[in-house]
């Protein structure tokens, strides 16, 4: 159950919840095709991190590895420290 617009309830079951997130990932992805291309790679990990995404999540918006993902988040977060 959730809150519609008007604020009354909706209920939803597990297959059109499944499908609403199918939805939203398809919308992410052509959303991430949008930022501007001089943005590396890692400025766009870093960019969706921050975003709240998981690495398995911007792996898959970015068509890379989860650990590809997590291996610049350490280095971006070391080098921060330096």
Same mark, same amino acid.
């Given at each position: 159950? +959730?809150?519609?617009?008007?604020?009354?309830?909706?209920?939803?079951? +597990? +297959?059109? &919840?499944?499908? &609403?997130?199918?939805?939203?990932? #398809?919308?992410?992805?052509? &959303? #991430?095709? =949008?930022?501007?291309?001089?943005?590396?790679?890692?400025?766009?990990?870093?960019?969706? +991190?921050? #975003?709240?995404?998981?690495?398995?999540?911007?792996?898959?918006? &970015?068509? =890379?590895?989860?650990?590809?993902?997590?291996? =610049?988040?350490?280095?971006?977060?070391?080098? =921060?420290?330096?």
């Amino acid at each position: 159950m +959730s809150n519609g617009p008007s604020g009354q309830t909706v209920n939803i079951d +597990s +297959s059109q &919840l499944r499908e &609403l997130t199918a939805r939203m990932d #398809a919308i992410i992805k052509m &959303l #991430a095709l =949008t930022l501007p291309k001089e943005l590396t790679q890692a400025d766009k990990i870093v960019l969706l +991190s921050d #975003a709240g995404f998981q690495p398995k999540d911007i792996a898959g918006i &970015l068509g =890379t590895t989860p650990n590809t993902v997590s291996v =610049t988040l350490s280095k971006m977060k070391r080098d =921060t420290k330096q």
